[in-house]
């Protein structure tokens, strides 16, 4: 379920033009990686696209993202 969940947030922030909904997406990741590091883990290419968003907001949830993920990934 919970696999199914983070692919859902995954399309939601790469297809969108909602900064909000991408914003929110990157969010409930960074929420999500201390309990489903390797599922998060699978949208790095996604993740890291988004440091190059036009907005501050997202660069910098993308880059919260990326630390946690660090953190926990091995």
Do not use: W
């Not at 929110?24 to 790095?44: D, F, G």
Request: glycine letters at 2%; charged letters at 20%; one cysteine or more.
């Amino acid at each position: 379920m919970i696999q199914f969940d983070v692919r859902i947030l995954c399309i939601l922030a790469k297809l969108t033009s909602n900064v909000l909904v991408k914003y929110i997406s990157l969010l409930a990741m960074t929420k999500i990686v201390p309990t489903h590091p390797e599922l998060i883990a699978e949208y790095q290419d996604m993740i890291m696209s988004s440091v190059d968003d036009q907005d501050i907001s997202i660069r910098m949830r993308a880059l919260d993202l990326i630390s946690a993920m660090v953190g926990f990934i091995k």
